[in-house]
């Protein structure tokens, strides 16, 4: 579940809003997840930041979160709620991973059997270790 001000969104509702994202978006994917990142801008306020590594890129990053915003607004009331003029959640961020992020990440995380799925919700540590992953590419 992720979590910034008590919206407990579900990876269901991630994977609805991604592949509503990547398909308004003209986009095709790797992979993607979602993590939560915290006083942004030195605020008390959070957002999403969506990790994707993409096949077929949008050509817009605003439209792609712009998609992916307001399917999960569909999708989590409580979300909706927070997102509205920016109360409690800001706009959610797109987060591109360069090509074979995806697989670098796994095996960061010691997951290297092909049976495991690759997380849509990622926890803080997760998440540090996915930027870290980026900046090194």
Request: charged content about 30%; hydrophobic content about 35%; proline content about 4%.
């Amino acid at each position: 579940v992720l979590s910034l001000t008590q919206e407990l969104t579900t990876s269901l509702e991630i994977e609805r809003s991604m592949e509503k994202a990547l398909k308004e978006s003209g986009s095709e994917s790797v992979d993607y997840c979602a993590g939560a990142e915290l006083g942004v801008d030195g605020l008390g306020k959070g957002r999403y930041l969506l990790f994707v590594e993409f096949i077929v890129p949008p050509k817009s990053a605003e439209d792609f979160e712009g998609a992916f915003d307001t399917e999960l607004r569909e999708q989590n009331r409580v979300y909706k709620v927070h997102r509205e003029g920016n109360v409690g959640i800001l706009p959610p961020k797109l987060m591109i991973m360069p090509e074979g992020t995806s697989r670098k990440f796994m095996t960061a995380l010691g997951y290297v059997s092909v049976q495991t799925k690759f997380p849509r919700i990622l926890d803080e540590r997760k998440v540090d270790v996915l930027r870290s992953l980026i900046r090194g590419h």
